[in-house]
Each structure stands twice: as structure tokens, then as C-alpha cells.
């Protein structure tokens, strides 16, 4: 069972981004605390009830978890008795401009043993693009602080195919990256998503196939291990990303998360206030086989998770096997393997058609 942790707040929104995170309702913490501890009070004494289940990984991720003072994490990780869970991994997201040394070390202290920093880019006028409110040195300083303090895993998150991107800014920012104790990058091409101010403009993003399979390759050939479309590690990859692919029940906490288990997805308020009044009114969505074949193969096709070959019906099968032959699929053990994660939609809607 991997557990997901939502902070929705933020110092500023970046001109991407239609995650829920708020800039203008930190005035609600307490409250949003007290209410992300009743939610989390309830889940676990409810699958404990239904399951003998054990937490494998938690990751808090926003929004911006290091806009919050440390005394919410302090009692959130009371309550969740983390003393007992040392030894699993657990992951915060930082914002450079806010996750000061004090900051990484508390958390640290707390049990936060996976520090993930919203990087994006390396260049001041990229950064300025995209509407982060940091520097480069402030991004630099972040990992460099983290590495002080004893962090073995530390992941920075890129952004690539902006309008602005050329093969020499995106090769400067992984030469960079390249040269920071870092052991994990995500690396995500930009989406020019409803909600965000960027909303519509399509100008803002490039979809260059090539310039993705440069920065890709240029990524892997630094020694980073592509494991997802957007996930590259150097020795350690994240258990709780995988578990996500790898299909695994999760308990989603907080404003606008999603809790999956079993055949069900669960769904607690996205607004902040109505949270806070409510956080145990989930909506509930049941999920279909069909679904869940068809989530499977897209997560397993875009993932070194793969697919078993039992799921495929005989028709599916045929095609799978046209895919193996002409090399854009492998079979291992029954698992089926895609060789190119940026053909995950081609290959999935041709095995599916
Ligand atoms: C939800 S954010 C939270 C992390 C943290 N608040 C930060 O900004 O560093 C997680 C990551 O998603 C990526 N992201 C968000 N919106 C995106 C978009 N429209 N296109 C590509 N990547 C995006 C960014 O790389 C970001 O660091
Ligand atoms: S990218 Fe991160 S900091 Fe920027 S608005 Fe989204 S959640 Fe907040």
C-alpha cells in the first residue's frame, strides 16, 4: 500500500501548472491540517480493519510542502507514528525558493529520507518563461544543502519542450543536473493545461518528437537509467512512482488527491474549504474491468513494469505479436515489454483497436 500525502498551497503559480495548489489560502493550515489528519486517522483504521495492509512507501507532494513550517509536518508524522515506518521511503516535494537548509534538515530529522526539487531548468530566462520564483543558484543550493545534510536520494524534476528550448540550453541544464549529488530526474514535456495561465496558448510548448528523443537519449547517455517516459534514475529508482505503474493500491490524502483500491478510485473534496468542513466525503468511482485492462497497458507500456501476455485477448494477441516481430515490443517471461516509451499511445491503441 503506497500512501500520498497533498499540501495544496503555494507562494505562486507557476504559469504551467493546473495542479490543485492555492497561493492565496495559507490562512486555512491549521485547519487544512486538522483535516488531512482526520482523513489519514480514517483510512488507515479503516483498511486496517478490512486488510492486513502495510504502508511501503509515503510521498507528500503539492503544491509546494515546503512553504509549510515544519510543526504541521511535525504532528502529521505523530500521528502517522513514522518512528515504526523509518525504514520505507519517504519522499516531500520542494520548491528551491522555499525549502531553506533548516527546512531539508527538520524534515530529514522527521523521517523524510527522498527529497524531490522542482528544478525545471537550470536557465534564468527559461525559469522566467515557465513563472518559477527561483534562481538557478537557488536550485543549485537546495540539492547542494540536501547533499550536506545527508540525503542519499535526491531527484530533481525538468521541464523540456518549451517554445524557448534548444539542444544547447536543454544540454547546459543536464550538464548541470549531471554535476549535482543527485540520483534521479523527472523529466516532463511540457502540457499546455485547461486551468493554467498558459491555458490555450499553444505556442508556449513545442511538440517536437525529435527534440524528445535528443534530450532523452542525451539524459541516458549522462547514466541515468530510463525507467518511465519521465523518470530516469542513477542507481535508485522511486518505489513509490513504480508502485503507481506497477498498479498497486494507494491511499490518496488530501484536497483534490485520489485514493485507488481495489477496483475503486476514491476522490476527496478539491476545494480547500470544503475539505476542511468535510475531508471523508469522497466521491467513489468503481472502476471496470475494461479500465483497469486498459490502465494496465498504458502504465505497463510506458514503464520497465511491461505487461503479462495472459491479458490479451487472441485478437490482441495477433497484433501484440505483429509488434513483437517488427521489434517495437519485447517478450520476456510471459511480461511484454514496450522498447520505445514515446510510442506508448501508438502502440497501445494499435494492440487495443
Ligand atoms: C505538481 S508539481 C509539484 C512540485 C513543486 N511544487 C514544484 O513546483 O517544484 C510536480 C512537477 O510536475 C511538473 N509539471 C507540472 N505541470 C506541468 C506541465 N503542464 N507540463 C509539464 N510538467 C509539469 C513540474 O516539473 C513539477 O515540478
Ligand atoms: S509547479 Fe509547483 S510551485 Fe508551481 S504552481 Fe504548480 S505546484 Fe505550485
Not at 520505445?340 to 483497436?353: A, G, R, S, W
Request: a positive charge; glycine letters at 6%; hydrophobic letters at 35%.
Amino acid at each position: 500500500m503506497l500512501l500520498y500525502i497533498h499540501i495544496p498551497f503555494c507562494d505562486s503559480k507557476c504559469f504551467y501548472c493546473s495542479f490543485n495548489s492555492f497561493t492565496d489560502k495559507k490562512n486555512l493550515k491549521d485547519n487544512y491540517f486538522k483535516a488531512l489528519i482526520k482523513e489519514l486517522k480514517y483510512e488507515l483504521t479503516k483498511l486496517n480493519r478490512l486488510k492486513n495492509y502495510k504502508i511501503e512507501t509515503i510521498f507528500i507532494g503539492g503544491g509546494t510542502p515546503s512553504s509549510i513550517e515544519i510543526k504541521y509536518f511535525e504532528k502529521l508524522f505523530k500521528e502517522l507514528n513514522i518512528e515504526k515506518n523509518r525504514n520505507i521511503e519517504i519522499t516531500t516535494e520542494a520548491n528551491p525558493n522555499s525549502a531553506s537548509y533548516e527546512w531539508i534538515k527538520e524534515m530529514s530529522n522527521l523521517g523524510v529520507n527522498r527529497f524531490s526539487f522542482g528544478v525545471q531548468s537550470f536557465n534564468k530566462d527559461k525559469l522566467k518563461f515557465l513563472g518559477r520564483r527561483h534562481s538557478p543558484k537557488e536550485a543549485i543550493k537546495a540539492v547542494e544543502n540536501a547533499h550536506k545534510i545527508g540525503v542519499k536520494n535526491i531527484s530533481i524534476d525538468l521541464i523540456y519542450n518549451t517554445s524557448i528550448d534548444s539542444k544547447k540550453l536543454l544540454i547546459d541544464d543536464l550538464n548541470l543536473a549531471n554535476n549535482l549529488a543527485i540520483n534521479h530526474i523527472s523529466a516532463y514535456s511540457l502540457t499546455i493545461e485547461n486551468g493554467s495561465k498558459f491555458e490555450g496558448d499553444f505556442s508556449k510548448s513545442k511538440d517536437d518528437e525529435l527534440l524528445s528523443k535528443f534530450f532523452i537519449e542525451e539524459t541516458i547517455k549522462r547514466g541515468f537509467f530510463q525507467y518511465e517516459i519521465s523518470n530516469f534514475s542513477k542507481n535508485y529508482k522511486s518505489k513509490h512512482n513504480l508502485g503507481y505503474w506497477e498498479y498497486k493500491n494507494y491511499i490518496g490524502t488530501g484536497a483534490g488527491a485520489v485514493g485507488f483500491i481495489d477496483n475503486k478510485r476514491f476522490y476527496p473534496p478539491k476545494d480547500i474549504n470544503e475539505y476542511i468542513k468535510n475531508p471523508l466525503n469522497k466521491r467513489v468511482e468503481e472502476l471496470s474491468s475494461e479500465d483497469i485492462k486498459m490502465e494496465k497497458l498504458f502504465l505497463g507500456l510506458r514503464s520497465i513494469v511491461g505487461v503479462d501476455i495472459n491479458m490479451f485477448n487472441t485478437k490482441e494477441l495477433k497484433r501484440v505479436k505483429i509488434l513483437i516481430d517488427g521489434n517495437k515490443l519485447i517478450l520476456e517471461k510471459d511480461r511484454v515489454f514496450n522498447k520505445n516509451y514515446l510510442l506508448t499511445d501508438e502502440v497501445t491503441l494499435f494492440i487495443i483497436k
